[in-house]
């Protein structure tokens, strides 16, 4: 399989995203992540217990793409 890695990044933000998404799904189906350390799946979980005790840090999707908006215009 051939691809143009510059043409990868040369994508929109949201295009990324979306490739990012749809890689990630895919790989969830895979063995490869049977092989991610336990640290890194506690970390995972630890940032998720964090996020859901304190909402107010973080943003919606919705405001997270008017940030990225944002800061192309500059």
């Known amino acids: 399989m ?3 890695v510059q ?3 040369n994508l929109p933000a949201r295009e990324k995203l979306r490739l990012i998404n749809l890689l990630w799904e895919n790989m969830q189906e895979s063995e ?3 092989q ?3 640290s ?4 995972v979980s630890r940032r998720e217990v964090h996020m859901k005790a304190h909402p ?3 943003l919606t999707e919705e405001q997270m793409w008017q940030r990225v908006d944002e800061l ?3």
Do not use: C, M, S
């Open 40 to 43: 890194e799946w506690d970390e």
């Open 7 to 9: 043409e990868l990044l």
């Open 36 to 38: 991610i350390p336990q």
């Open 72 to 74: 192309r215009k500059k």
């Open 56 to 58: 107010e840090e973080w």
């Open 2 to 4: 051939a691809f143009d």
């Open 32 to 34: 490869i992540i049977a």
